[in-house]
């Protein structure tokens, strides 16, 4: 009976569904943001995930299909700049067209949903995982 | 001893372990949703069925060969599917799991308050 690993695991997922509305969040709060740090418009960012094997003290046949995940990296996508035509803006070169980032809405909003059906997906999980676990020491009563 | 908790305690408890592996291999599978290039895994038991019919096997007759060793003991398979993960199929692996789970440990706990029932009512 080993809840704790599940639990575990389960944790991992969520943390990465949390890691990716976090930064579809971002891209959609910078959708039109021309000034970052590092100079230039803001870049669209992409979370990457792993399958990471779980460290399991007991039965070696299931403990390779057991994976949690880990967030491997956050990329920029440099190439994500669209030029639009805007004289007045603040920052328009001297062609008066403006660099913006190429940050598709609708494509944010759609991974915004994935992200959080697969936070919905692991809450069902962990709930599961606890009923199984009060329901184990109901046995006792 | 033997004859109160070997036989249902036994196999009830096997059941247990195997639906709380199969329950974390399928929770891995919905934790991988997102992950690239992650194939889902399946615990299945083979043998288990068929040990478990032999349960019914009594020798009523000392000519009667001995039936074999129904130690209940569990082997299963893990098996790796090559397909993506199949959110809708696992989620339903889950709940039925969840359930049956339950079930086993309702049983377990149905034959320990029969034994308790048992030793309190012939004081």
């Known amino acids: ?141 | 001893m033997d004859a109160l908790f070997d036989k249902t305690v036994g196999l009830l408890s096997n059941m247990l372990d195997y639906r709380n592996k199969r329950h974390m291999v399928v929770v891995s599978n919905i934790t991988n949703l997102d992950t690239v290039d992650y194939k889902p895994s399946e615990v299945t038991f083979k043998n288990e069925f068929e040990k478990a019919g032999q349960l019914a096997l009594k020798t009523t007759n000392p000519k009667h060969l001995p039936p074999p060793n129904t130690d209940g003991s569990l082997n299963y398979e893990v098996t790796t599917s090559e397909e993506n993960v199949k959110i809708d199929t696992e989620m339903a692996n889950l709940a039925e799991n969840n359930l049956m789970y339950n079930t086993t440990v309702e049983m377990l706990a149905r034959k320990f308050r029969g034994l308790n029932t048992v030793l309190k009512e012939t004081k």
């Open chain 1, 1 to 141: 009976m080993d809840f704790s690993t599940t639990f575990k695991i389960v944790g991992t997922g969520m943390s990465a569904a949390r890691a990716r509305l976090d930064v579809v969040a971002s891209n959609l709060a910078n959708a039109s943001t021309t000034k970052t740090d590092e100079g230039g418009p803001y870049k669209k960012k992409t979370v990457t995930t792993a399958a990471e094997p779980v460290e399991s003290r007991f039965d070696s046949a299931i403990a390779d299909a057991l994976k949690s995940v880990k967030i491997e990296s956050v990329t920029e996508d440099p190439n994500a700049v669209k030029m639009a035509y805007d004289p007045a803006h603040p920052d328009a070169g001297a062609n008066g067209y403006v660099a913006l980032p190429d940050i598709n809405v609708m494509t944010e909003m759609a991974d915004l949903i994935t992200a959080s059906r697969s936070y919905e997906a692991c809450v069902t999980a962990f709930d599961s995982t606890k009923n199984m676990a009060l329901k184990t020491l109901e046995m006792g009563r």
